[in-house]
């Protein structure tokens, strides 16, 4: 069974850093293009990032250029959201997702996905 699990979320206050890992089992990751999102309360579903199966394309949405960056190690299985200079505005759960085969070029749809995770909660605040 495909599953993805999100850690590294927590509180944090404004201006830190936190590093998000998306970590797959029952399925070769490298396999898969796998997104970012998160989801403020009240608010829909956004993109945050993209990284294609082999790492060689990224892709930022406005809000995260500059501050996050997206990796991926296909040995450990395992992809990652280094998150900086973080802002109250950041603070949402936190999903990754994966699709083997890309259909559109909306790199930062939630339609665009498969499989997801459950989500991490990142806080950012004093």
């Known amino acids: 069974q495909l599953q993805l699990v999100e850690s590294g979320g927590g509180l944090v206050q404004p201006g830190g850093s936190l590093r998000l890992s998306c970590a797959a089992s029952?399925?070769?990751?490298?396999?898969?293009?796998i997104g970012w999102f998160r989801q403020a309360p009240g608010k829909e579903r956004e993109g945050v990032s993209f990284?294609?199966?082999?790492?060689?394309?990224?892709n930022y949405a406005d809000s995260a250029k500059g501050r996050f960056t997206i990796s991926r190690d296909n040995a450990k299985n395992t992809v990652y959201l280094q998150m900086n200079s973080l802002e109250p505005d950041d603070t949402a759960v936190y999903y990754c997702?994966?699709?083997?085969?890309?259909?559109?070029?909306?790199?930062?749809?939630?339609?665009?996905?498969?499989?997801w995770g459950q989500g991490t909660q990142v806080t950012v605040s004093s």
């Open positions: 997702a994966a699709i083997e085969r890309l259909t559109t070029g909306n790199l930062l749809a939630s339609s665009t996905y498969r499989y």
């Open positions: 029952g399925f070769t990751l490298d396999r898969y293009h």
């Open positions: 990284i294609s199966s082999r790492g060689s394309t990224t």
